[in-house]
């Protein structure tokens, strides 16, 4: 009895995790990051009644995809640095909101921007590596009004940067 106590409990357990924003991640083998620091002078996120509006984001893994986006970099690897974008935002609000990634309601508002070069023209199959994250954790809850732009340059030379607004749970 003292095995299959622990065994029981875990069998219990399991569902009741994959049911949250990390246990949906977790399952599809993701692990967020430390959230990231402003790397100037502004805050990374900011709450106004039922909002919390996201300063634009980089990977913050070290070592993120520079260049531009059909000409350095490669549609794939546009589309897989997006995604890690997108799981260093989500570090950036789970510690918004206390560590609670279930206070999310939706994802109300996405600004994706690509590092492109003159003629590439595919910006939303980028982005789409970070709104598969985001259906991923929220559901279709994670889903949102989106608009991906191909851009001259981005800070440090990244080859892509997102920005959000979030409605959450008070």
Do not use: W
Request: proline share 6%; charged share 20%.
């Amino acid at each position: 009895m003292r095995r299959l106590l622990p065994f029981l409990l875990m069998m219990i357990a399991a569902p009741a995790l994959a049911e949250t924003p990390e246990g949906r991640l977790a399952a599809a083998g993701h692990s967020l990051p430390p959230a990231p620091k402003p790397a100037a002078t502004y805050v990374t996120s900011v709450e106004t009644g039922n909002l919390l509006f996201l300063s634009g984001h980089i990977d913050c893994f070290g070592g993120g995809k520079r260049g531009k986006v059909g000409a350095d970099v490669t549609l794939d690897e546009g589309k897989a640095e997006a995604q890690r974008v997108g799981l260093c935002m989500l570090a950036t609000i789970k510690d918004a909101l206390g560590g609670d990634l279930s206070r999310v309601k939706r994802l109300v508002r996405i600004l994706g921007m690509v590092n492109s070069a003159p003629d590439f023209t595919q910006q939303p199959q980028v982005i789409n590596g970070f709104s598969e994250l985001m259906k991923t954790a929220f559901g279709d809850a994670g889903l949102a009004a989106r608009s991906a732009v191909g851009v001259a340059s981005l800070p440090a030379g990244y080859a892509v940067e997102i920005e959000a607004t979030i409605e959450i749970a008070r």
